[in-house]
């Protein structure tokens, strides 16, 4: 069992004096990392579950990464790319449209960035001035992203907020409306045109609606297929863009290079980032050309497109390609969701299982599927005093995003460890 050393006790207290508003679930104090392993500033080594909130999918300390980027900076570290030419993100961004479809794309550093930059452009193509998001989904921080956001009350009070009204996801473990799945008819997706268009918000003023694919810190909940396809011709039908936030769910995480791919459907815009950098900050919109056709000076910034960026992100790409990671991360979940499977018949504390790919949820509960929030945390804390790295979602989600390149026998390991704190966590 892990003890926490004098290093990271001194670590600790120096960054409790001087860092703000951050939120730690347990006391790790990371000094390196390889693969699906991170070693703390003591010596101690954790098997990697949650890939640093779904960004290390290519692994840590990847040697194609490292390189592209050393050998960038060997060259030149930062150009103004806003105001200069440079190759990098050119190449950047070609790939990222060969591998997406889509014709253009706005790089910058981070996942609330190309949120805001999405919601930007359609607001600017559409010259509308309001959207809906949904119920439990998070887009980021920032005070755009922030008033798509609502998965937690701390993150928005005190703060203004875009006109954005938000209804309810396919949350089919706890459906809202109270039906089931499939006779419901996908209402929870109706009640758009049926609540909001009517009583609320005209769909002459709507803009977009801002959806994840499979939502992440809400709760890592997986929604049937016509959901989306439902979304999708509610957006067609009144001239609405459709924006995917693919910031945790894209770079292969399900397998498909964009989680949407999953439900037959194409949004109009797409919001990128974790991933798709390699560890590197990167943040990218895209869409077509005939969305994306905003003129000089609409938008800009100073770092995005930035050099380091733009080689580890295009090494990290072809790296993704080449070692197929996007079928390695199908393989390994049907694995872990078997395995998962198996201990919900054995454990009544697990109420749910759900995922795609490497992408995967399981919801703690209690009598009459009454989130286990208490429980979910200490399994959560003592799962790092083993050596297994976790982290939680929604209101008593654990989610299980390792890297996509990690190893059966870590699978295994970590695995293990995490159903001997649940059997302890379920008496």
Same mark, same amino acid.
């Given at each position: 069992?892990?003890?926490?050393?004098?290093?990271?006790?001194?670590?600790?207290?120096?960054?409790?004096?001087?860092?703000?508003?951050?939120?730690?679930?347990?006391?790790?104090?990371?000094?390196?990392?390889?693969?699906?392993?991170?070693?703390?500033?003591?010596?101690?080594?954790?098997?990697?579950?949650?890939?640093?909130?779904?960004?290390?999918?290519?692994?840590?300390?990847?040697?194609?990464?490292?390189?592209?980027?050393?050998?960038?900076?060997?060259?030149?570290?930062?150009?103004?790319?806003?105001?200069?030419?440079?190759?990098?993100?050119?190449?950047?961004?070609?790939?990222?449209?060969?591998?997406?479809?889509?014709?253009?794309?706005?790089?910058?550093?981070?996942?609330?960035?190309?949120?805001?930059?999405?919601?930007?452009?359609?607001?600017?193509?559409?010259?509308?001035?309001?959207?809906?998001?949904?119920?439990?989904?998070?887009?980021?921080?920032?005070?755009?992203?922030?008033?798509?956001?609502?998965?937690?009350?701390?993150?928005?009070?005190?703060?203004?907020?875009?006109?954005?009204?938000?209804?309810?996801?396919?949350?089919?473990?706890?459906?809202?409306?109270?039906?089931?799945?499939?006779?419901?008819?996908?209402?929870?997706?109706?009640?758009?045109?049926?609540?909001?268009?009517?009583?609320?918000?005209?769909?002459?003023?709507?803009?977009?609606?801002?959806?994840?694919? =499979?939502?992440?810190? $809400?709760?890592?909940? *997986? &929604?049937? !297929? #016509?959901?989306?396809?439902?979304?999708?011709?509610?957006?067609? +039908?009144?001239?609405?863009?459709?924006?995917?936030?693919?910031?945790?769910?894209?770079?292969?995480?399900?397998?498909?290079?964009?989680?949407?791919?999953?439900?037959?459907?194409?949004?109009?815009?797409?919001?990128?980032?974790?991933?798709?950098?390699?560890?590197?900050?990167?943040?990218?919109?895209?869409?077509?050309?005939?969305?994306?056709?905003?003129?000089?000076?609409?938008?800009?910034?100073?770092?995005?497109?930035?050099?380091?960026?733009?080689?580890?992100?295009?090494?990290?790409?072809?790296?993704?390609?080449?070692?197929?990671?996007?079928?390695?991360?199908?393989?390994?979940?049907?694995?872990?969701?078997?395995?998962?499977?198996?201990?919900?018949?054995?454990?009544?504390?697990?109420?749910?299982?759900?995922?795609?790919?490497?992408?995967?949820? =399981?919801?703690?509960? $209690?009598?009459?599927? *009454? &989130?286990? !929030? #208490?429980?979910?945390?200490?399994?959560?804390?003592?799962?790092? +005093?083993?050596?297994?790295?976790?982290?939680?979602?929604?209101?008593?989600?654990?989610?299980?995003?390792?890297?996509?390149?990690?190893?059966?026998?870590?699978?295994?390991?970590?695995?293990?460890?995490?159903?001997?704190?649940?059997?302890?966590?379920?008496?």
């Amino acid at each position: 069992m892990r003890k926490l050393g004098s290093k990271s006790r001194n670590i600790i207290e120096r960054d409790h004096k001087v860092m703000g508003a951050l939120t730690r679930p347990y006391e790790l104090v990371v000094d390196r990392a390889e693969g699906s392993t991170i070693f703390d500033v003591d010596g101690n080594s954790y098997i990697d579950f949650a890939s640093s909130v779904s960004v290390m999918n290519v692994g840590y300390h990847n040697r194609e990464v490292r390189e592209a980027v050393c050998a960038q900076i060997q060259k030149m570290v930062h150009c103004g790319f806003s105001d200069y030419y440079a190759e990098p993100p050119v190449k950047l961004s070609e790939k990222l449209c060969r591998m997406s479809g889509y014709e253009k794309v706005f790089l910058s550093n981070s996942g609330a960035e190309s949120v805001e930059a999405a919601m930007k452009l359609a607001f600017w193509y559409t010259k509308r001035n309001s959207m809906v998001a949904f119920y439990r989904g998070f887009h980021g921080r920032t005070l755009g992203a922030l008033s798509l956001t609502s998965s937690k009350l701390v993150h928005k009070e005190h703060f203004p907020s875009f006109r954005v009204l938000h209804s309810h996801y396919a949350y089919c473990y706890r459906c809202p409306l109270n039906l089931e799945y499939p006779d419901c008819g996908i209402s929870c997706a109706k009640e758009i045109e049926k609540t909001i268009f009517k009583r609320e918000l005209s769909p002459k003023d709507t803009a977009a609606i801002v959806v994840e694919p =499979i939502m992440g810190e $809400g709760g890592f909940i *997986v &929604p049937p !297929t #016509e959901f989306h396809q439902e979304l999708r011709r509610i957006c067609d +039908e009144n001239g609405i863009l459709m924006i995917a936030d693919e910031v945790q769910s894209g770079g292969f995480r399900t397998g498909k290079f964009m989680a949407m791919e999953n439900f037959g459907v194409r949004a109009d815009i797409v919001a990128m980032s974790k991933s798709i950098g390699g560890g590197v900050p990167l943040g990218a919109t895209l869409s077509s050309s005939e969305i994306m056709s905003w003129h000089s000076g609409v938008h800009a910034n100073t770092f995005g497109g930035n050099l380091l960026a733009a080689a580890g992100g295009l090494a990290t790409l072809e790296f993704m390609e080449q070692e197929k990671l996007g079928e390695k991360a199908v393989e390994k979940g049907v694995y872990i969701m078997k395995r998962l499977e198996e201990m919900k018949e054995k454990y009544p504390i697990i109420g749910d299982v759900r995922g795609i790919g490497l992408m995967i949820g =399981i919801e703690l509960v $209690g009598k009459d599927r *009454v &989130p286990a !929030t #208490e429980k979910r945390n200490n399994v959560v804390n003592r799962a790092i +005093e083993e050596g297994l790295i976790l982290l939680p979602a929604g209101d008593s989600v654990i989610r299980f995003v390792p890297p996509l390149v990690i190893s059966r026998e870590e699978i295994d390991k970590g695995l293990g460890i995490f159903e001997g704190v649940l059997k302890i966590t379920n008496r």
